[in-house]
């Protein structure tokens, strides 16, 4: 009885191995390298356990190590639109990002497009829209790929950067207090939750929850922040960016705050387009020249 209960044991700790091994196995490179910028799709891990994230990943020429680029994307409530997005690249500022020396990945969050799976980030209905569960579980999923990243034999163990858009940057904000390792500066374009509500130019759910949770997000803070905004931006105005802004400073973080010039018919997408990005660079190339041992812990 003894040796078949040990026996039992033995196989289910080899299933379990097993189970484990596959998990593992199935992250990582998912395909040769091509064009632009050695474009190469990848798995990395997501919050759910039942769900790898799809990514792409840029890199330079060489075996690295490279600083790491984070980018995080946009998002939205709406069901179809959310199931429907098209796998984010960003080439544009992907390619920025490579030519001074980072690897950078655009990882796609759990219940958008291809990835699939629960939608983690909801923040619920309008009137009392829940902005600080929204911009954490983003910040999570954002965390969970970095960290597996940083795990890369061409990722350098310090100096990433966190670049975010629109909800992207709401959750690169909200781990802006938190211990994670290895990251010198976050960028936020646009950031923010709850624009054009009802489909409405300036529009804004729940505007003053919005305000008091950059103010909470803003606490404690050990990562410097540039925030990024087009003067045409109709989903977070400058107006709102600037008070947004100027909460999350008051909650003690540091944020270097500027508005850009007009964007496109949309400044809200400037993060996405080859001439948005070239109007961010100065902000940009300031920004990824934080110190890489800036305020590690």
């Not at 990848?42 to 075996?63: C, E, H, N």
């Not at 980030?121 to 965390?143: F, K, L, M, P």
């Not at 959750?171 to 009802?198: C, Q, T």
Request: proline content about 5%; glycine content about 10%; charged content about 20%.
């Amino acid at each position: 009885m003894q040796l078949l209960k040990a026996l039992f044991a033995l196989l289910v700790f080899e299933v379990v191995c097993t189970q484990a091994g596959l998990a593992q196995n199935r992250f990582g490179a998912q395909g040769p390298e091509s064009e632009p910028d050695r474009m190469q799709q990848w798995l990395v891990p997501s919050p759910d356990p039942d769900v790898a994230a799809r990514a792409i990943l840029f890199r330079p020429p060489g075996d690295g190590p490279f600083r790491l680029a984070l980018i995080a994307h946009a998002s939205t409530q709406n069901v179809l639109r959310r199931a429907q997005m098209p796998q984010s690249e960003y080439r544009a500022l992907a390619a920025f990002l490579v030519t001074r020396g980072f690897a950078v990945l655009v990882p796609e969050r759990p219940g958008h497009g291809a990835t699939g799976g629960r939608y983690l980030e909801d923040q619920g209905d309008c009137d009392g829209a829940d902005y600080s569960h929204a911009g954490r579980a983003t910040a999570e999923a954002i965390v969970v790929a970095l960290n597996y990243m940083r795990g890369q034999s061409f990722v350098r163990q310090e100096g990433a950067v966190i670049l975010g858009h629109s909800a992207g940057a709401w959750g690169a904000l909200a781990l802006a207090g938190e211990k994670v390792k290895g990251v010198s500066a976050i960028i936020a374009f646009a950031a923010g939750r709850g624009g054009h509500a009802d489909d409405l130019p300036n529009q804004v759910c729940a505007r003053d929850r919005l305000v008091s949770t950059a103010a909470e997000f803003g606490k404690g803070t050990r990562v410097p922040v540039t925030w990024l905004v087009a003067a045409n931006d109709t989903y977070f105005s400058p107006e709102l960016s600037r008070q947004l802004a100027d909460a999350f400073r008051s909650g003690g973080g540091s944020v270097d705050f500027h508005v850009l010039a007009a964007s496109g018919s949309e400044g809200h997408w400037l993060a996405q387009t080859e001439a948005g990005v070239e109007i961010a660079g100065p902000e940009l190339d300031r920004a990824l020249k934080q110190p890489t041992a800036a305020k590690q812990r």
